[in-house]
């Protein structure tokens, strides 16, 4: 019976899909046709049909239902139908994993496989291997070998492809077939001779050698395939990648040839290889860029738009090289096809002058309301690269970055927008009050909470030091009128920067903050309380310490600390410096992001807190006070490839040290029994302790430590390389029982040497506002001493060099040296172990070498005359 359509019905699409509304147990019900005589095939398939529909939109079919109509569906194996064939071949094949006993189809399947009727027998190959598991894989073994070599091209693929999914099941049954696979490889047919080849190449793959041999048999003497062509380049490419060859291999001289082939699809495939191979020169892309610059012009859409996005990509990293393209590239701007217009304009911009800027950005201009946004952050990301190539250029582009910032678009689009305004005002000093203008006026009509925190994070920080901050306080303060919850958080953050670095705007954002008291949501009502409070004390330290660069220490560890100690009364009052720091700065002290959404109730452990718990269980560690900091990366003592392996991360507390070393045998024949590292310190350092790993089985880690205490006669002794030494009691086992002697014989192990420094005893800190931290620590510790770099030639080698040997945290950007400057003030702050604040200003001078002025400060004496110590 035909249902009638309305024209409601009609326009919605109601009449597209048939099976829109089908019902399992109607489906199943009527699955029992398959048992009448004679068969109607035609009806039996449109069953069969709604069935994998079914399964295919993610009905659950139960093991019982499954499998009574499958047995049904078996019967079916009596028409000769042609199409009902091979609806029941794919049912079997969906139906496989759901139904019990599909085996019993087997012999009709082997039946069709080695059957007269070609159009049936490739079919029957794919559906027997998706029913056949490892144990059954045998008794056809001889049929699979017969079918790969087979001379119907069907047959042959089908059979090759079902032995690549069989590999992950029966790797050792599917390897005996690799003779079968080879000969196969030598066919004529273009998607035989690709599946041959991607399954000798997956049976080979954990063998480098087997695969170089491969790729150089084959490449010898031609492939007939273009598919085939493409793998074995991406398969060349891989082994280069992970050789690490040079260029004279032979693997990349097959690469190149590729770009000679009569097929445009492997010579693409060939270029995008090439350009994707990390530390290729300009001369080693000129032959893959020369031919995508021919596919520039190719009449096929498709061509130009891989062409022109690949060059695209070469653009970032070798603009240089892509330079010869640029006549083929400004054809493709007027391209009718908007994405390759785009992918063209967004190259040139990378690759042009400086004088073709302002005539490019029209061209954008003109049609950038036609392209996605995927496109548009393609042309965002290609003017943030022009910002910090073409300073002078700041002006053009932030105009029309903000035009861009007005019209319609996505979260994705307009964050980029954002993000490249911030990177310039960051980078450029004298846009930062245009920029700030610009994104003032955005987050007037801003609906996306993330940019409008952001923005307003960033006019905290930067507002103030404007000429005229005061003009920033309307946008601030209307967001707290006009938004919801969590923008008007971020607001009432950004005025309390504005109070606490300007005196006279002071009165002015006391009076606003009063008014923000009496919010409805409990989260603004508690930072307008809070740093109402503050600010009225009107002292720097604590505007320093609470509003401007706020707590450094790690929110989850300062919840279970408070609740610790609460769990525990005493009389001493909390110490904050028992609180384990943040080990990355918080996200938003970074960017001003304020969390949304609701919060897990449990925060996932960190690192350290680990560890900290770890080595508390310790009995001979009680005592030792907070975990001040844990090395980031475990230090290997040993070859990866020795009998024992070794690694060593090191812990640091306000007097002690704890080496934790991480053990591993790798000899099957022996147990070893107490297991030590014994440590000689060059300096001062006095070893206290060692425990043990009381058994180290044939790979199973075990930990054992070294408790060292601290140089307290010169304490600025910091730096110090321990000589190691492994000693145990090596026990002979059995390696098939795992029986051990109960004899054994002392024995040890060299280690590598063991080094600590200056680093191990800082922990990063960020200091948003250095100006602020510094005033705040105060003079009464501070230190200068002058340094000549004698090996080091230029500041941004001197930075990175200072940044790295002392562990702190560069503030501010300082890390980033301006072009043509031989003057440079790089800003560092750090908590010394004990929790207290180190700040250095490292002033640079580049004249034939560099000298540098270093001025620390902390709120004790110890952390300041290591540092300078440490430098000297």
Known sequence: MLKKFDKKDEESGGGSNPFQHLEKSAVLQEARV?????????????????????????????????????????????????TLRRMCYLTIKEMSCIAEDVIIVTSSLTKDMTGKEDNYRGPAVRALCQITDSTMLQAIERYMKQAIVDKVPSVSSSALVSSLHLLKCSFDVVKRWVNE????????????????????????????????????????????????????????????????????????????????????????EAASAIVNLPGCSAKELAPAVSVLQLFCSSPKAALRYAAVRTLNKVA?????????????????VTDSNRSIATLAITTLLKTGSESSIDRLMKQISSFMSEISDEFKVVVVQAISALCQKYPRKHAVLMNFLFTMLREEGGFEYKRAIVDCIISIIEENSESKETGLSHLCEFIEDCEFTVLATRILHLLGQEGPKTNNP???????????????????????SA??????????????????????????????????????????????????????????????????????????????????????LATTPMAEQRTGKVPTGPQPEKVAATRQEIFQEQLAAVPEFQGLGP?????????????SETEYVVRCTKHTFADHMVFQFDCTNTLNDQTLENVTVQMEPTE????????????LPYNQPGTCYTLVALPKEDPTTVACTFSCMMKFTVKDCDPTTGETDEEGYEDEYVLEDLEVTVVDHIQKVLKVNFEAAWDEVGDEFEKEETFTLSTIKTLEEAVGNIVKFLGMHPCERSDK????????????????????????????????????????????????????????
């Open 34 to 82: 398959f048992n009448e005589t004679p068969i109607n095939p035609r009806k039996c398939a449109h069953i069969l049909t709604k069935i994998l529909y079914l399964i295919n939109q993610g009905e659950h079919l139960g093991t019982t239902e499954a499998t009574e109509a499958f047995f049904a569906m078996t019967k079916l194996f009596q028409s000769n139908d042609p």
């Open 181 to 268: 696979a080879q000969e196969a490889a030598s066919s004529d047919n273009i998607m035989v001779q690709y599946h041959a080849l991607g399954l000798l190449y997956h049976v080979r793959k954990n063998d480098r050698l087997a695969v170089n041999k491969m790729i150089s048999k084959f490449t010898r003497h031609g492939l007939k395939s273009p598919f085939a062509y493409c793998m074995m380049i991406r398969v060349a490419s891989k082994q280069l990648e992970e050789e690490d060859g040079s260029r004279d291999s032979p693997l990349f001289d097959f690469i190149e040839s590729c770009l000679r082939n009569k097929h445009e699809m492997v010579v693409y």
């Open 316 to 332: 970032m990293k070798h603009p240089s090289a892509v330079t010869a393209c640029n006549l083929d590239l400004e054809n493709l």
């Open 470 to 492: 005061s003009k920033y306080i309307r946008f601030i303060y209307n967001r707290v009128v006009l938004e919801h919850e969590e923008v008007r958080a971020g607001a009432v």
């Open 495 to 580: 005025l309390a920067k504005f109070g606490a670095q300007n005196e006279e705007m002071l009165p002015s954002i006391l009076v606003l903050l009063k008014r923000c008291v009496m919010d409805d949501d409990n989260e603004v009502r508690d930072r307008a309380t809070f740093y109402l409070n503050v600010l009225e004390q009107k002292q720097k330290a604590l505007n320093a310490g609470y509003i401007l660069n706020g707590l450094t220490v790690s929110i989850p560890g300062l919840e279970r600390a408070l609740q610790q100690y609460t769990l525990e009364p005493s009389e001493k009052p909390f110490d904050l410096k028992s609180v384990p």
């Open 627 to 639: 975990l001040f900091k844990s090395s980031p990366e475990p230090a290997a003592l040993t070859e």
């Open 684 to 695: 001062a350092y006095e070893v206290l302790c060692y425990v043990p790993a009381r058994s």
């Open 817 to 872: 040296v301006p072009d043509n400057k031989n003057t440079h003030t790089l800003l560092l702050a750090g908590v010394f172990r004990g929790g207290h604040d180190i700040l250095v200003r490292a002033r640079l001078l580049l004249l034939e070498t560099v000298t540098m002025q270093v001025t620390a400060r902390s709120s004790e004496e110890l952390p300041v005359d290591v540092i300078l110590a440490s430098v000297g």
